[in-house]
């Protein structure tokens, strides 16, 4: 498989990003984003981009990929609705819209979050532009597209959240997550987990294009008893 990865350097990107490394089914792995994930492998070429919406000068680097894991996101705190809509829904549909030009048998897996907004229409800001995203999505003629909406999200690895309130709180909850996992085992996923249901997706597809933390979890374990 050929992969293609947005938001390696963020924490559920980089969890993909080692999945992919380690998985012998992965012969490449492309990763694009404004700056160097600090990882070399022989399967791995990064594009460096510092425009997320405009992809015309590389059209001819993005050919040829089986899947596109994109997990560019960020919070929506202190961030105006326009701002959020930019990182959110602008930069996945330009994405989205040039690769499924130049790859229509590819399969597209955004990770989203728990509580997007289906119907797009709510009042919270971040899930409605998330649900907004994901039908957006959902509606272009990939191969196949995935929605996965994790919940709380355990990085493994000595992988770390860009984000600062994230790494606090992660931090601050690093002894209760065991406890937390064994108490609401259907809310808690780790970064491994994440990486591995999004090359098992690519390879075996599932019935349901939207995967809430719960089916990511039960897929998880089906890998893991087979």
């Not at 330009?94 to 130049?102: H, P």
Request: net charge positive; aromatic share 8%; with cysteine.
């Amino acid at each position: 498989m050929e992969i293609l990865l947005f938001g390696a350097t963020g924490m559920v990107g980089a969890g993909a990003l080692r999945e992919c490394l380690a998985d012998p089914e992965v012969s490449r792995v492309v990763t694009i984003g404004r700056s160097r994930c600090g990882r070399q492998h022989p399967k791995l070429r990064e594009l460096l981009r510092e425009d997320l919406l405009d992809y015309s000068a590389i059209e001819h680097d993005l050919r040829g990929f089986d899947a596109c894991l994109f997990c560019i996101g960020v919070s929506s705190v202190g961030l105006s609705e326009t701002a959020y809509r930019r990182v959110t829904y602008d930069m996945a549909l330009a994405a989205a819209n040039v690769l499924v030009r130049l790859n229509p048998t590819m399969t597209f897996i955004y990770v989203s979050a728990a509580g997007a907004d289906t119907q797009g229409s709510g009042r919270i800001t971040w899930a409605r532009v998330k649900g907004q995203t994901e039908n957006a999505l959902l509606a272009l003629p990939f191969k196949a597209a995935y929605m996965l909406r994790p919940a709380v999200i355990q990085p493994l690895h000595g992988i770390r959240s860009k984000t600062r309130s994230y790494r606090i709180l992660y931090t601050a909850a690093a002894l209760a997550l065991p406890a937390l996992r064994a108490m609401f085992p259907n809310y808690v996923t780790s970064t491994e987990q994440l990486g591995r249901v999004m090359l098992i997706l690519v390879r075996r597809g599932y019935e349901k294009a939207v995967l809430e933390a719960s089916d990511i979890n039960r897929l998880s374990a089906a890998i893991a008893r087979s």
